[in-house]
């Protein structure tokens, strides 16, 4: 069963914004909401990583490189994740994808990001 639908990613330039989705709309409300969310990257030839995290009381924290220009935020009642992406680089170029932060749920496919130079 598809948990994760990660969402919106595209090609843009350097200095440019994206916002990405994640949807659970197979995760029941009462797993959704107590869930601390992450949004992570995985770049060619890399590990994947934790970028941006959200409690589920709307704590957020972030992995250095993206402080100040990633925003993490959930949406409970629509069981979605989001993460706004600004003044992007081409070192984010990246699959992200989203999960829990413990207890994690099979990946999803995850949403390609790809900023040019």
């Known amino acids: 069963q598809v948990q994760l639908v990660e969402s919106g990613g595209g090609l843009v330039e350097a200095g440019g914004s994206l916002r990405l989705s994640c949807a659970c709309p197979?995760?029941?409300?009462?797993?959704?909401?107590?869930?601390?969310m992450g949004w992570y990257s995985q770049a060619p030839g890399q590990e994947r990583e934790l970028v941006a995290a959200i409690t589920s009381r709307g704590v957020t924290t972030y992995a250095e490189h993206v402080k100040g220009r990633f925003t993490i935020s959930r949406d409970n009642r629509r069981k979605t994740v989001y993460l706004g992406m600004n003044n992007l680089r081409p070192e984010d170029t990246a699959i992200y994808y989203c999960?829990?932060?413990?207890?994690?749920?099979?990946w999803g496919r995850g949403t390609q990001v790809t900023v040019s130079s």
């Open positions: 197979r995760m029941i409300s009462s797993v959704f909401n107590p869930s601390d």
């Open positions: 999960n829990k932060i413990s207890n994690r749920l099979p």
